[in-house]
């Protein structure tokens, strides 16, 4: 299942890179429908590990903000 995640990621850098320096609206709409589908499947062919991560990262992230944010209320 590398194999198949990798190329998508591929796919999907290229087709991010070819959005942001186009001129064409076209292309731009088409590029961008196409990084957005071969991120969905990377989600698909990623390891349950990484799958685990995306979860798992926004809750540690808010976890973090919130001791960040506690700890510069108590410093004078």
């Known amino acids: ?3 198949p995640l ?3 990621l591929a796919v999907a850098s290229v087709a991010v890179y070819l959005t942001f320096n186009t ?3 076209i292309v731009k709409v ?3 429908f196409v990084a ?3 991120l969905f499947l990377c989600l698909f062919f ?3 590990f990484l799958k685990v991560l ?3 990262l926004p809750f540690g992230w808010e976890k973090f903000r919130r001791n960040e944010s506690f ?3 108590i410093e004078p």
């Open 1 to 3: 299942m590398l194999a």
């Open 46 to 48: 990623a390891p349950l």
């Open 30 to 32: 088409a590029t961008a």
């Open 71 to 73: 700890q510069e209320n």
């Open 23 to 25: 001129q064409e609206e």
């Open 36 to 38: 957005i589908m071969c």
């Open 54 to 56: 995306i979860l798992i």
């Open 6 to 8: 990798l190329i998508n």
